[in-house]
């Protein structure tokens, strides 16, 4: 049985705002997860991943760029018919939320590209054109559709199985294998109208390949299958060591698989036995492919997490990384102008100590400091060009003089964790840190005097608008608020505002003030100085981890997943700008209201010069259609609470774990259904309900 989609193709360039915003300046080319490479000839290759990433070398691999404008969709697998004809499959996430499936084609080598207009409900995880007209993309659910005109057109149909196909492979244009969870193999042999089941077990396959019509290869998590006979019969593999993500063959004996922590097996006998290679990352490896460049003579291209791109000449077993930049995780960013600033983060060690990233050229560069500590650093705070402050563990102080060259370390008199440092100048400052300790120095670190804050919780950031006026936050079960007006002297403690512990804290002027609620969504704000404090309306699905204030207007937040979203009237309204990568961005800074950096995971530097650019509103639309899940956490079971609009209507609920898979999938007949989580591991869970064309989204935390 299949359906036939009248297809019409909206044909445009795609501008992702925000790569146009946001450039890449560590780790180079480009830091996302790469899910996809293959070479049409010898010189000509792409590689395609998370965020829209699409890459492209034009000699043989040396080499690699952005091309074109990246869609905002995350690819998960790309083929070319030719050096200039392709094809892309993923999801579309450009809200954030919850995605749906794209297929995308190009003409002109990746610099435009197509998208058909008819998305799927699910996600598609592969692509494989068996000749230039056709072609086959399959995904979640058993989603599978078939093009005979080169991608003009697409027809869905049956597989007879929902298992998550996650490869195809075709030996002519009617032959093929789709592999997918729980050892999954279907064959076809009428091109895709009618799937045989071949195969399956309880372990997941990901990747297949034929390198001739009978002999056959797919392998998954710890397992390895072939067949001899074209699918009749398929045995194990019993030699490989490993998950393998992704394998190729240039024949029936010689291949290639890759996966978990950049492992790399190659294989001579047609599987009886395989060679690790040291791939000299850990980074997942999610393909593999193998480009003839002359007779004889074979390239072996690698990609996966956080960018990695690696080559290899087949005849040895010397890996060389493409990807350049370090990969540490990035946790707090500084600048003094435009060009000078400095990252927090874990950074190599020097001699033994902790060392400070600085910059003096905008972020093209880093150099490692010495910060005469051993202890890691959290928060650092420069009152002008020289003079500079960090505070960390252990009750770490230390200080610069010369812009941040060199770094002395300072006695601060406690041993406590310092989470926050700030300086109203070059002499005097406060840090705070755990179990309510606030520290004071009146002459540039030289001594610490411990101030009385009236609390034992844990205090994370600390802001102060003038010598005497100041606030810390804190809190863990519920939220803490101190504020002084003497210089820290005394404090005064403001408790039972939102039940949350408080995150950070800054005030652009002395008037407005904004409070950032942990692992939440929203913000306090003031506009009397601290008087008085009310929610904002900041409206995001992820944790929101950093945010900076060019003035009380206009601010930036980052969070976790590449979350980044834009206030210019002082968070009366946000704007969800385009994601740049799936990467945490755990802190932002700007030098003015252009310029601006964001760190993050797997060494992410992002830089701006147009201060942050420009995104879609959060429609009210978007915010009525917002479930109500409680209790949130959850332990055992959730319920599911619906606005005024669809209260009584029977729905389908689907719930997703963090990586976008569907863990439950049932039917609801309105507000107050109850649905049993139990068998959840603890974390972060998001929920999407469908009923007559109206989608509502919620997030929940399982304990």
């Excluded at 190729?248 to 004996?253: A, E, G, I, Q």
């Excluded at 560069?365 to 650092?380: H, Q």
């Amino acid at each position: 049985m299949k359906k036939y989609i009248i297809l019409f193709l909206v044909v445009f360039m795609f501008h992702n705002m925000n790569g146009q915003s946001w450039q890449w300046m560590n780790p180079l080319p480009q830091g996302n997860y790469l899910t996809s490479v293959c070479f049409p000839d010898a010189n000509t290759g792409y590689a395609v991943g998370a965020d829209g990433t699409i890459l492209k070398t034009i000699d043989g691999g040396n080499t690699w760029a952005m091309t074109g404008s990246g869609p905002q969709a995350s690819l998960s697998s790309i083929c070319f018919t030719d050096v200039n004809t392709g094809f892309a499959v993923g999801w579309d996430d450009t809200t954030y939320l919850y995605p749906h499936g794209v297929i995308l084609k190009t003409t002109d080598g990746g610099v435009s590209w197509t998208r058909w207009s008819n998305d799927t409900a699910q996600i598609l995880r592969t692509v494989f054109f068996a000749d230039p007209n056709t072609g086959y993309a399959a995904g979640d659910y058993g989603t599978f559709y078939k093009t005979v005109n080169g991608g003009n057109t697409w027809t869905a149909v049956s597989l007879g199985s929902w298992t998550y196909i996650r490869s195809l492979w075709f030996t002519s244009a009617t032959t093929g294998y789709a592999v997918g969870e729980q050892e999954t193999i279907l064959k076809t042999t009428d091109g895709g109208m009618n799937w045989t089941t071949q195969h399956h077990w309880t372990m997941n396959l990901l990747s297949v390949c034929f390198p001739s019509p009978d002999t056959g290869y797919a392998g998954g998590d710890v397992t390895m299958l072939k067949t001899i006979n074209g699918g009749a019969t398929w045995t194990y593999c019993t030699n490989y060591p490993s998950d393998c993500y992704s394998l190729c063959f240039k024949d029936s004996d010689h291949g290639i698989a890759v996966g978990w922590h950049g492992s790399i097996y190659k294989t001579a006998d047609g599987g009886g036995s395989w060679v690790e290679e040291p791939s000299g990352t850990h980074s997942i490896l999610r393909s593999i492919c193998q480009v003839q460049f002359s007779p004889g003579n074979y390239k072996n291209f690698a990609v996966g997490e956080y960018g990695i791109i690696l080559v290899n000449n087949d005849a040895d077993t010397t890996w060389i990384s493409k990807r350049t930049g370090r990969t540490d995780q990035l946790s707090t960013v500084y600048f003094t102008d435009d060009n000078t600033g400095f990252i927090l983060g874990f950074n190599p060690l020097i001699q033994g100590n902790v060392s400070i990233l600085k910059t003096t050229d905008g972020g093209i560069s880093w150099s490692p400091k010495s910060s005469n500590t051993t202890s890691g650093l959290s928060s650092i705070c420069f009152p002008d060009f020289y003079t500079g402050y960090c505070c960390g563990w252990a009750g770490a102080i230390v200080k610069t003089s010369d812009g941040g060259e060199t770094w002395t370390a300072l006695s601060s008199g406690t041993t406590k964790l310092l989470k926050s440092i700030c300086f109203t100048d070059i002499n005097t400052g406060w840090a705070v840190g755990e179990h309510g300790t606030i520290i004071k120095t009146g002459d540039g670190g030289a001594s610490w005097v411990a101030q009385t804050s009236g609390t034992t919780v844990s205090l994370n950031s600390v802001c102060f608008t003038s010598n005497l006026k100041g606030f810390a936050v804190g809190g863990g079960n519920y939220e803490t608020i101190l504020t002084t007006t003497d210089g820290g002297n005394t404090w005064s403690v403001w408790t039972g505002l939102v039940n949350s512990d408080l995150m950070y804290v800054c005030f652009p002027d002395s008037s407005t003030g904004y409070i950032l609620v942990n692992n939440g969504s929203y913000f306090l704000k003031t506009t009397d100085g601290g008087t008085t404090w009310s929610r904002d309306t900041t409206y995001s699905f992820f944790s929101i981890y950093s945010a900076f204030f060019t003035d009380n207007h206009t601010g930036i937040v980052t969070g976790t997943q590449g979350l980044m979203m834009k206030t210019t009237d002082g968070g009366a309204n946000w704007f969800m700008l385009p994601r740049v990568s799936y990467n945490s961005l755990f802190s932002v800074n700007f030098t003015n209201s252009s310029t601006g950096y964001a760190v993050g995971d797997s060494g992410t530097i992002l830089k701006t010069t147009n201060g942050g650019g420009f995104g879609v509103s959060i429609p009210e639309k978007a915010r009525a259609n917002k479930l109500r899940i409680y209790p949130d956490p959850a332990k055992e079971t959730i319920s599911i609470g619906l606005s005024e609009q669809g209260t009584k209507k029977a729905g389908s609920v689907y719930i997703y774990n963090i990586t976008g898979q569907v863990l439950i999938q049932l039917e609801i007949l309105g507000s107050g259904s109850v649905i049993d989580v139990s068998f959840l591991s603890p974390g972060l869970y998001f929920v999407k309900y469908f009923s007559d064309g109206v989608i509502k989204t919620a997030k929940f935390v399982k304990e």
